[in-house]
């Protein structure tokens, strides 16, 4: 597992000027941390200075093309471009409202993987899979496209979010008993594959997460940072749950 958790703070479509300037004042990054900003692409280029901060810098999603006539899309070259060194891929949200599915969620994660970008693979549950009992197995399948890919370097850069779908944006979390054993599932499934892949894999839990929560979270064996949507959208409370990771 590795030494410093992870927080990462995805934006979604939220933000302006207001809170590009939020960030840029705030001091986000401490010891004991690492953390990434998502915010809409567009943003990235301003929030740079954040770098200095040790502040790391990701895209919510990135395009499968590399380059060409593809009206709308963005590369995996042209986030590292902008500062981004990180990308979120396969958000339910994506899933649910893009109708994307896993052929096209893994040619994501070829794309960035090609140019070096640190991946997160989001995968989660609805809440017809958690009431009948069908949530592991509905997590688990998600990650069949790094067993199918069969490429081990997919992993060098590979960080996973569980997020069970019924927590985002809901006030409702997973408790940190059920996340617990969802993460260990996950690992498991991983080491299966080698051991040095399962035991170094970051796993974040996401789904209402906030400064008040997420200590609890961090305090369990396989949980090794956040994922954070609506609390991150308020800096200072962004920066406490910073905090707290740092301190867990
Ligand atoms: P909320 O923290 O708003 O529930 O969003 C979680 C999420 O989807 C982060 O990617």
């Not at 197995?137 to 992993?155: C, G, M, P, R």
Request: one cysteine or more.
């Amino acid at each position: 597992m590795a030494e410093k958790n992870l927080v990462v703070a995805n934006w979604k479509c939220n933000g302006g000027a207001e809170l590009v300037d939020s960030y840029l004042k705030a001091f986000l990054a401490l010891e004991g941390t690492d953390v990434v900003v998502c915010p809409p692409v567009i943003f990235l280029t301003q929030l740079q200075a954040l770098l200095r901060k040790n502040v790391s810098l990701g895209a919510q999603d990135l395009s499968t093309f590399e380059v060409g006539p593809y009206t709308g899309d963005i590369s995996s070259e042209m986030i590292l471009e902008c500062g981004g060194t990180w990308t979120l891929i396969g958000h339910s949200e994506r899933r649910a409202l893009h109708q994307e599915g896993q052929a096209e969620i893994l040619q994501k994660l070829q794309a960035a993987n090609r140019v070096g970008l640190k991946t997160i693979l989001c995968v989660g549950e609805t809440l017809d899979h958690r009431r009948s009992g069908s949530a592991e197995e509905a997590v688990l399948s998600q990650l069949d496209i790094l067993i199918e890919a069969n490429d081990s370097t997919l992993f060098d850069n590979l960080t996973i979010a569980y997020e069970p779908i019924w927590a985002i944006g809901t006030g409702q979390t997973a408790s940190p008993s059920d996340a617990q054993s969802m993460h260990a599932r996950i690992r498991e499934k991983i080491l299966s594959l080698s051991d040095a892949l399962g035991d170094n894999l970051r796993i974040l839990y996401g789904g209402s997460v906030s400064a008040d929560n997420c200590g609890s979270f961090l305090n369990e064996d396989d949980i090794d940072g956040v994922l954070v949507g609506g609390s991150c959208l308020n800096v200072s409370e962004f920066e406490k749950i910073v905090r707290i990771c740092g301190a867990c």
